[in-house]
C-alpha cells in the first residue's frame, strides 16, 4: 500500500516536501506520479518520474516550481513557491513495469497508467 506524508499547513510562498512509500513492495521498477485534486475540482496530474529517474514531466500549473525525485525506497515531491491554488489533496500513485504502456526511460499524466494508489495527504496554503 502506498502511503503519502509531508503534507500540512503552510503560507504563500512556503516550501513542502511531500514523499510516497510503500509498504507491500518496493517502488523499484515501478513509474511513480503524483496527482492532486481540490474540492470541486477534478483530479490533475501534478507530475511523474519514470522508474530510471531518467525522465520527468510536469503539468503546466507547477512547472518550474515542483520536482520530483526518487531513491530506491522513497518518491519524493519538493515543492516550492507555494500559492492558495495548491491546496488539494496529493496523491502518489505507481505504474508497475508489467503495465501495458510501461517504459523504464517515460512516463505520463493519464491516471489510468496507474494501478496503485495512496489515500492522499492534504497540503493547505494559506496566511
Known amino acids: 500500500q502506498l502511503v503519502e506524508s509531508g503534507g500540512g499547513l503552510v503560507q504563500p510562498g512556503g516550501s513542502l516536501r511531500l514523499s510516497c512509500a510503500n509498504s507491500g513492495f518496493p517502488l523499484t521498477g515501478y513509474t511513480i506520479a503524483w496527482f492532486r485534486q481540490a474540492p470541486g475540482k477534478e483530479r490533475e496530474g501534478v507530475s511523474c518520474?519514470?522508474?530510471?529517474?531518467?525522465y520527468t514531466t510536469y503539468g503546466d500549473s507547477v512547472k518550474g516550481r515542483f520536482a520530483a525525485s526518487r531513491d530506491r525506497a522513497t518518491a519524493y515531491l519538493q515543492m516550492n513557491d507555494l500559492s492558495p491554488e495548491d491546496t488539494a489533496v496529493y496523491y502518489c500513485a505507481a505504474e508497475p513495469p508489467t503495465g501495458r504502456r510501461f517504459s523504464p526511460v517515460f512516463c505520463g499524466l493519464g491516471p489510468d497508467r496507474y494501478d496503485y494508489w495512496g489515500r492522499g495527504t492534504q497540503v493547505t496554503i494559506s496566511s
Open positions: 518520474i519514470s522508474s530510471t529517474s531518467s
